[in-house]
């Protein structure tokens, strides 16, 4: 109920506010010695502006001050890897697309003039080269690239997508792929989720959307979807 929901969102909140470091990053355990995981803070600020786009904790001040120090380890230490990387001119930074997905989510702030390169190298590489990834990473290039401007881009990307769906009337739509590889591991339910969240974005068909729904509705009814998290991403 809605006491019992303001009351896990605090203690959320609390959590995540003893996890942030003194240098602004997140550990994924509090313990004498710990340090800041890059990681863990991307995962962090990509799943609070997440939910910020739905309309939550978007009024606040401790998610905003956590976020504020969060993001400037997050450019920091992302400065530092790419400053470090002995990648060639015809290297592909596509592969570095969570940086920009994170910075897209957190647009109030500015990426720093040091990281701008960085982070127009990727956008261009994801549009060179987004043939070579999965299914499930051309999601999240096609949201990227919508976002940053480059609809065509991302068009182009869908209609990839699209290729591959299997469409059945009892089942809806799913992508049946061998690698099924996403941010909560090897699961086709999170996989389609992405998918379904790039299609609804980039190029809304109804029909489309809704086919998409029924096989996560039905997954739902007869499959254990494993843990809290995945339900919520879902």
């Known amino acids: 109920d809605k006491d019992e929901n303001a009351k896990a969102k605090e203690n959320i909140i609390k959590r995540l506010a003893e996890l942030q470091m003194s240098d602004g990053g997140f550990a994924w355990i509090k313990y004498d010695g710990c340090k800041s ?15 910020q ?20 380890y997050y ?9 470090k990387l002995k990648l060639g001119k015809k290297a592909s930074f596509a592969g570095y697309a969570d940086y920009v997905y994170v910075r897209q989510l957190h647009k109030q702030h500015s990426v ?3 990281n701008q390169k960085y982070y127009k190298r990727i956008v261009d590489d994801i549009a060179k080269h987004w043939g070579d990834g999965t299914t499930y990473s051309k999601a999240y290039y096609a949201i990227i ?5 480059r609809k065509n881009d991302a068009r182009r990307i869908t209609e990839s997508i699209r290729q591959f769906g299997i469409t059945t009337p009892a089942r809806g ?6 690698d099924r590889t996403s941010r909560f591991g090897n699961d086709q339910v999170s996989y389609t989720s992405n ?5 609804n974005e980039v190029d809304r068909r109804t029909d489309e959307i809704d086919q998409i729904r029924k096989w996560i509705l039905l997954n739902k009814q007869t499959n254990d979807w494993g ?5 919520a991403d879902a």
């Open 53 to 72: 786009q739905l309309g939550f904790l978007t009024d606040d001040s401790r998610v905003d001050a956590m976020v504020d120090k969060a993001i400037k």
């Open 173 to 178: 739509m799913y992508w049946d792929t061998p």
């Open 227 to 231: 843990s809290s998290s995945l339900a």
């Open 195 to 199: 998918v379904l969240l790039a299609l």
């Open 75 to 83: 450019d920091r230490e992302y400065l530092k890897f790419f400053s």
């Open 112 to 114: 720093p003039a040091a």
């Open 145 to 149: 690239l919508n976002r940053e401007g």
């Open 37 to 51: 995981s890059l990681y863990c803070t991307g995962t962090v600020l990509e799943l609070i502006g997440e939910i």
